[in-house]
């Protein structure tokens, strides 16, 4: 068993105000956790994994097949694998979260900025 804390994760800047750092990996998932800024946005974009998450802090909106999707402090979201998905902090405090990857994402793009 490994124990990671987030303060031992660094964190990259996916895109604009948005912050991703990869916590724990193992063979059928990976833990993610993020930050997005007031005001920041998460393109539209999909990916074959599933996507599981939960909020703890702030709102963010979420937006796929035409649908928006506010979730805040205590919900938690699903995004099927390919299912095309896009991100909004339309408020005045960061939103920060916890995503789960499956299978895992070990080599995301965003790190390749």
């Excluded at 031992?8 to 993020?34: I, K, R, T, W, Y």
């Excluded at 896009?86 to 939103?95: I, S």
Aim: hydrophobic letters at 30%.
């Amino acid at each position: 068993m490994e124990r990671i804390s987030l303060s031992d994760c660094e964190p990259s800047e996916a895109a604009d105000g948005v912050h991703l750092a990869l916590m724990a990996g193992a063979e059928e998932m990976n833990v993610q956790h993020f930050e997005i800024e007031p005001g920041a946005t998460v393109d539209e974009h999909s990916h074959p994994h599933e996507q599981t998450g939960f909020i703890y802090e702030g709102e963010v909106v979420f937006e796929s097949n035409g649908e928006e999707v506010v979730c805040g402090p205590g919900d938690a979201y699903a995004i099927p694998g390919g299912q095309p998905h896009a991100a909004e902090n339309r408020g005045e405090e960061p939103v920060r979260g916890i995503d789960v990857f499956s299978p895992p994402r070990d080599d995301p793009s965003w790190q390749d900025d």
